[in-house]
């Protein structure tokens, strides 16, 4: 494939390159295997790094911006974010290997394709154009149990399901202006009519998140179950994030990943928690309706338990480290 590369200074910059089909990029991990794989066809590439606008974790007022530039691995070292959001460090910690890390931008990794592989591998899906979704009759181990519409597959990203947890909102722009979207709202389930993944329009590109400021009382972690120990995608993965008051359970975000096309919020399991005293007890006897509306496949029923498991794992491993 022949194609041009542009290298923008400024974001004015970045919209005027990206006319006529052209595609951003910065960290480029997920772009360049999809072009070499032909997944993807374009005829320019607009190199984001240079926009210095798109960089960078500061601290404001009420929280702190981190720009789309921003790779996985500044994210996970950064202090604050270790101390104050520590499931979003260890979703980032815990993405790809350390190599992708290092160059994997937050923007990059929550507007990340899917990994599922029939689409990867060439097969016409509806996220390919195609009028069917061949992990649903297929090899379905790693499909979605819950949630999902006319496509099956996961949403690939850990981070994602930290930001949700923090009831994140995710800053967007094109062409007719700036836009805010709160986390929870940005990803979608695709289906036949709309591929989508995430409701950003054509133009339109993630140019920082923002996190809200939490209570010192706050305590959070990210587990992930995964296949090897390291470098691979979730089978089931959970985000939890709470308020000690009174030695009870307040505020609380569960958000389930690798189990959903969206990262899942179980609102369900939120509101069984809030009140509950913040004991030994939650872990060991604690009975909580986990994915309790799951529609799971012939060959993935067993994300249903493992979802229960990890989320005593997340809830032990806050009690250990209180």
């Known amino acids: 494939m022949n194609f041009e590369i542009a290298l923008p200074q400024t974001l004015d910059d970045a919209f005027v390159a990206n006319e006529n089909g052209a595609r951003w990029f910065a960290g480029g991990t997920d772009l360049i295997p999809e072009i070499k794989s032909e997944l993807v066809h374009t005829s320019r590439l607009v190199n984001l790094k240079r926009v210095e606008e798109l960089r960078g974790i500061r601290n404001i007022s ?11 691995a500044e994210i996970s070292e950064h202090e604050t974010i270790r101390t104050n959001y520590r499931a979003l460090a260890q979703a980032c910690e815990l993405a790809a290997s350390p190599q992708i890390r290092n ?13 599922c592989a029939y689409f990867r591998n060439g097969f016409p899906c509806y996220l390919r154009g195609g ?6 009759d297929g090899e379905n181990r790693d499909a979605a149990v819950i949630a999902y519409r006319d496509c099956a597959h996961v949403h690939p990203s850990d981070p994602a399901n930290a930001l949700v947890a923090f009831d994140a909102q995710i800053v967007v722009r094109g062409r007719a202006g700036e836009r805010t979207i709160a986390a929870q709202d940005f990803f979608r389930a695709p289906d036949a009519n709309d591929t989508r993944m995430n409701v950003l329009n054509a133009d339109e590109m993630i140019t920082e998140i923002i996190l809200p400021n939490v209570a010192e009382n706050t305590r959070s972690v990210y587990v992930k179950a995964m296949e090897r120990a390291v470098w691979t995608f979730a089978l089931v993965g959970v985000a939890l994030k709470f308020e000690i008051r009174n030695s009870k359970f307040e505020n609380v975000g569960v958000v389930f990943g690798g189990v959903a096309p969206i990262p899942y919020r179980e609102f369900r399991v939120e509101k069984t928690l809030s009140g509950q005293e913040w004991n030994e007890n939650l872990v060991t006897q604690g009975n909580f309706e986990v994915l309790g509306d799951a529609q799971p496949l012939a060959h993935n029923v067993y994300k249903i338990r493992l979802a229960r498991g990890v989320l005593k794992r997340a809830l032990r491993e806050c009690l250990e480290n209180a």
């Open 103 to 115: 160059v994997a931008t937050i923007g990059g990794n929550l507007n990340q394709d899917s990994r």
């Open 62 to 72: 009420d929280g702190i911006r981190i720009g789309a530039l921003t790779t996985l």
């Open 131 to 136: 009028d069917k979704c061949f992990m649903r």
